[in-house]
């Protein structure tokens, strides 16, 4: 079992930043690609980011690209991700997941997820 809990959500206005943590306890940490979601109400869950096992590769919805950047601490058992330029379509529910081995942009294929934290975007 790989528990997560994610932090750092919160009220920005529009162009601003936030940093979302998500710390995770239980089985090696190493051994999962870590993604984040976001779910707005009314829609499905969207893929957002994903880094891989070591942290060298990183995948990000086009949405996103040039503005958030996920990261991860190994040591700290912890993935992160940085939300610069925000948006108000930006407004939802954000999600990090843990899938073993190899990430993914599918929801579905996670093994493991937080209960999310909530991101609001004010224009």
């Known amino acids: 079992q790989v528990q997560l809990v994610e932090s750092g959500g919160g009220l920005v206005q529009a162009g601003g930043s936030l940093r979302l943590s998500c710390a995770a306890s239980g089985r090696a940490f190493s051994n999962y690609a870590m993604g984040w979601f976001r779910q707005a109400p009314g829609k499905e869950r969207e893929f957002v980011a994903a880094?891989?096992?070591?942290?060298?590769?990183?995948y990000y919805a086009d949405s996103v690209k040039g503005r958030f950047t996920i990261s991860r601490d190994n040591a700290k058992h912890t993935v992160y991700l940085q939300m610069n330029s925000l948006k108000p379509e930006d407004t939802a529910v954000y999600y990090c997941?843990?899938?073993?081995?190899?990430?993914?942009?599918?929801?579905?294929?996670?093994?493991?997820w937080g209960q999310g934290t909530q991101v609001t975007v004010s224009s």
């Open positions: 997941a843990a899938r073993y081995n190899s990430g993914s942009f599918k929801a579905s294929e996670y093994d493991y």
């Open positions: 880094v891989s096992r070591a942290g060298g590769s990183t």
